[in-house]
């Protein structure tokens, strides 16, 4: 009976995963680096979610797609995996709560996000998946195989050719008119708050990296490799195949293959305090509310990882821990979040001077609803109104009110990101990042540069006092331009990304990785997107001519067969700008529907009513990102009045306002 079929499935899946063991391959981080490394968790869900994808095959072949609801069912109702398989918990994080209507989990924002949607619970919570906008995936198989053939059943281009061809820079490469480049690094630390999809790792015991370099991979080490095509002309790698490994697969039931999110979904600023309760611990200090820094000559630094395997700068240049594990994936993204653990601490000094008697605790929660509500605020008032325009903005109810409360909270509203928003639409910022990297003295004065594929994982440039230490390389940014949004991107993201210094070819190509990722995860051809972001059904090339260029239609079929192969993360580039957006209609649609949830699905968010007072409330409006960033470097006197812009006047740090913290007790 269908009982015992499901269980039969279970059981032989569970073999054939095991199976695979012997012939995995494993790779230490100091030969292959990897960002998107998962924790302890995200293994425990691969575990299982392995079982899942493989029996859901089997009984897909027997009984067609509709068993797999009833499956569900089936194990809904019965204790079916529990008794089939060890079900894997992490021993080292606390249980979840036992409800949400506790004084805790009513009044304060979880690490993991739970109970922020008390019907929901686990609703934008780290470990869990992310929606799919149009509900549909495209895997051959419909469940998890990655698309190889276009439409018309030609093998699609290898997502390297796709780089070569339409993402190569040449003198194209243009730089920014209106913006400087750390427009470009708060929308990586914005990323990095909200999206951690973590790659698949080694079955076997431990959970290792898995070596995807060569390109019979997958059927040799491991069916979660997915290594990139090399085309025998290629300009710059030497090899035959890029690596990659799929994203992790977290699927909780019989069905599709599933991302995850390690990270909270939330904007919550995870990135700074950790997604889950264990990690939260490795943030703070336990005394005062304050977070943990490390003191280097007269700078602060965020708390050394002097056992960080992926770090490739040498003792005493540690990388660092922060609560997202990618903190030291570039110098310039440290300084970010040493900013943020010191507007933490001043904050949490302020809190302790003017009200005595608090404890660690009740100071700590403070600053941090504080710090993350100014978040909050500069997301949606400083951040992207430089990405999307007013129009756009108002489409999808994200301007900000200048007073009052906002009433749009929806507990019916999935706050998750979507796999199109972390697979290709918020990843055009790869597209703003320069190539070298300028560092510039409190005098305005140049201290060199560095190249960016030079210094992936190495935390070298975030010490060098002489040259100005982190805040040359943050001022630098600000001083400096950022690339243009366009299909252009920089030889250092081509080419070097996870290169070891003085090994020509070790690293990857994000720009080839992003194509492939988009695949692996079931991403669909670009054209299906288009009615949801307003534009018109496409039926030949011509029909692409209101949104993209001759030139840019004549470089897509140049490797495209048909227009409906065009992979999403391409046309995302590749589009005109919408208006006053950034980018084109596509990616403004994509990222403004996912910002939406954030806010009407997020209960803490920081203009909903209960949350702060109106008094606090005016405190936090008046925030201002370059205020922060003046309170917490030691060189800034003066600084950009509106922080992103190349031609903003300079103001004085002392004429921005300060929070006034007396209103908050
Ligand atoms: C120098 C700058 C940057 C570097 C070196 C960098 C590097 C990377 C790398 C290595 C990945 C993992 C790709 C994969 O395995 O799929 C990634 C993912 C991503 N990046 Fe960037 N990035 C940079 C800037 C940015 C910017 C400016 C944005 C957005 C404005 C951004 C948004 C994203 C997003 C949304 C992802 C997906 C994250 C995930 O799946 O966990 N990145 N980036
Ligand atoms: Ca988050």
């Known amino acids: 009976d269908l009982l015992s079929d499901i269980q039969d499935a279970l059981f032989r899946a569970n073999s054939t995963v095991n199976e695979r063991i012997p012939m995995e391959i494993t790779v230490d981080d100091n030969i292959l680096q990897n960002s998107q490394k998962a924790n302890e968790a995200s293994k425990m869900l691969q575990a299982n979610a392995e079982i899942f994808e493989e029996a859901t095959q089997i009984l897909v072949q027997k009984f067609g797609m509709g068993i797999i609801p009833i499956a569900n069912k089936v194990l809904e109702t019965t204790q079916m995996l529990n008794n089939t398989i060890r079900v894997k918990r992490d021993a080292k994080c606390p249980s979840p709560p036992s409800s949400c209507s506790d004084n805790f989990h009513r009044t304060t924002r979880s690490i993991s996000g739970i109970c922020n949607n008390v019907k929901n619970r686990k609703w934008g919570n780290s470990e869990t998946g992310m929606r799919r906008l149009l509900g549909a995936v495209s895997y051959s198989d419909g469940l998890n195989?990655?698309?190889?053939?276009?439409?018309?059943?030609?093998?699609?281009?290898?997502?390297r050719e796709i780089s070569n061809k339409i993402f190569q820079a040449s003198n194209e490469n243009a730089t920014s008119k209106q913006y400087n480049h750390l427009l470009m690094q708060m929308g990586q630390f914005l990323a990095h708050d909200l999206i951690f999809m973590?790659?698949?790792?080694?079955?076997?015991?431990?959970?290792?990296?898995?070596?995807?370099?060569?390109?019979?991979?997958?059927?040799?080490?491991?069916?979660?490799?997915?290594?990139?095509?090399?085309?025998?002309?290629?300009?710059?790698?030497?090899?035959?195949?890029?690596?990659?490994?799929?994203?992790?697969?977290?699927?909780?039931?019989?069905?599709?293959?599933?991302?995850?999110?390690?990270?909270?979904?939330?904007?919550?600023?995870?990135?700074?305090?950790?997604?889950?309760?264990?990690?939260?611990?490795?943030?703070?200090?336990?005394?005062?509310?304050?977070?943990?820094?490390?003191?280097?000559?007269?700078?602060?630094?965020?708390?050394?990882?002097?056992?960080?395997?992926?770090?490739?700068?040498?003792?005493?240049f540690h990388c660092f821990t922060c609560g997202d594990f990618r903190n030291s994936l570039h110098p310039a993204l440290i300084p970010i979040h040493?900013?943020?653990?010191?507007?933490?601490?001043?904050?949490?000094?302020?809190?302790?001077?003017?009200?005595s008697g608090l404890t660690d605790e009740q100071i700590f929660q403070l600053a941090r609803r504080i710090m993350i509500a100014q978040w909050q605020h500069f997301v949606y008032s400083e951040y992207l109104p430089n990405i999307l325009s007013l129009a756009?903005?108002?489409?999808?109810?994200?301007?900000?009110?200048?007073?009052?409360?906002?009433?749009?909270?929806?507990?019916?509203?999935?706050?998750?990101?979507?796999?199109?928003?972390?697979?290709?639409?918020?990843?055009?910022?790869?597209?703003?990042?320069?190539?070298?990297?300028?560092?510039?003295?409190?005098?305005?004065?140049?201290?060199?540069?560095?190249?960016?594929?030079?210094?992936?994982?190495?935390?070298?440039?975030?010490?060098?006092?002489?040259?100005?230490?982190?805040?040359?390389?943050?001022?630098?940014?600000?001083?400096?331009?950022?690339?243009?949004?366009?299909?252009?991107?920089?030889?250092?993201?081509?080419?070097?990304?996870?290169?070891?210094?003085?090994?020509?070819?070790?690293?990857?190509?994000?720009?080839?990785?992003?194509?492939?990722?988009?695949?692996?995860?079931?991403?669909?051809?670009?054209?299906?997107?288009?009615?949801?972001?307003?534009?018109?059904?496409?039926?030949?090339?011509?029909?692409?001519?209101?949104?993209?260029?001759?030139?840019?239609?004549?470089?897509?079929?140049?490797?495209?067969?048909?227009?409906?192969?065009?992979?999403?993360?391409?046309?995302?580039?590749?589009?005109?700008?919408?208006?006053?957006?950034?980018?084109?209609?596509?990616?403004?649609?994509?990222?403004?529907?996912?910002?939406?949830?954030?806010?009407v699905g997020d209960r803490f968010y920081y203009e909903n009513e209960g949350i702060f007072t109106n008094a606090q409330l005016a405190e936090i409006r008046k925030s201002k990102l370059s205020k922060i960033i003046c309170q917490n470097t030691d060189g800034l006197k003066t600084i950009n009045r509106d922080i992103f812009s190349l031609s903003s006047q300079s103001v004085n740090c002392d004429q921005l306002a300060d929070i006034n913290i007396n209103v908050f007790f």
């Open 198 to 316: 973590p790659s698949s790792t080694a079955r076997s015991y431990g959970g290792g990296s898995l070596n995807c370099s060569s390109c019979d991979s997958p059927k040799t080490v491991s069916p979660n490799c997915a290594p990139i095509p090399v085309p025998s002309d290629d300009p710059y790698f030497k090899i035959g195949c890029i690596r990659l490994t799929r994203a992790l697969n977290g699927q909780t039931g019989f069905g599709i293959r599933q991302q995850i999110d390690q990270n909270t979904h939330f904007i919550d600023l995870s990135a700074v305090y950790g997604s889950e309760d264990c990690e939260a611990v490795t943030v703070r200090e336990y005394k005062d509310g304050r977070l943990l820094e490390f003191r280097y000559a007269n700078y602060v630094l965020p708390p050394q990882n002097v056992r960080d395997e992926n770090c490739q700068s040498r003792s005493p």
């Open 338 to 355: 040493t900013v943020f653990i010191k507007q933490h601490n001043r904050l949490a000094q302020m809190i302790k001077n003017s009200r």
């Open 392 to 599: 756009i903005r108002k489409k999808y109810d994200l301007v900000e009110l200048d007073n009052g409360f906002y009433k749009g909270y929806k507990q019916t509203r999935d706050p998750s990101l979507t796999n199109e928003f972390t697979g290709a639409a918020f990843r055009f910022g790869h597209s703003q990042a320069r190539d070298r990297f300028q560092r510039i003295n409190n005098k305005g004065q140049s201290q060199g540069d560095y190249k960016l594929g030079n210094d992936i994982f190495y935390a070298d440039q975030n010490y060098l006092a002489g040259n100005g230490g982190w805040e040359a390389i943050l001022i630098g940014m600000i001083k400096s331009e950022a690339m243009e949004v366009d299909r252009y991107i920089s030889h250092s993201m081509r080419n070097e990304i996870f290169r070891i210094r003085q090994k020509e070819g070790t690293g990857v190509d994000l720009a080839a990785v992003n194509v492939m990722r988009g695949r692996d995860i079931g991403l669909l051809p670009y054209t299906s997107y288009r009615k949801f972001a307003g534009l018109s059904a496409v039926k030949s090339w011509d029909g692409l001519s209101q949104e993209f260029t001759k030139e840019n239609i004549d470089a897509l079929k140049k490797v495209y067969d048909s227009y409906d192969d065009i992979d999403l993360y391409a046309a995302i580039l590749s589009e005109k700008h919408m208006g006053e957006s950034i980018v084109g209609p596509t990616a403004a649609n994509i990222i403004a529907e996912t910002f939406e949830g954030l806010k």
């Open 145 to 159: 195989t990655i698309r190889t053939r276009g439409v018309n059943g030609k093998l699609l281009p290898s997502a």
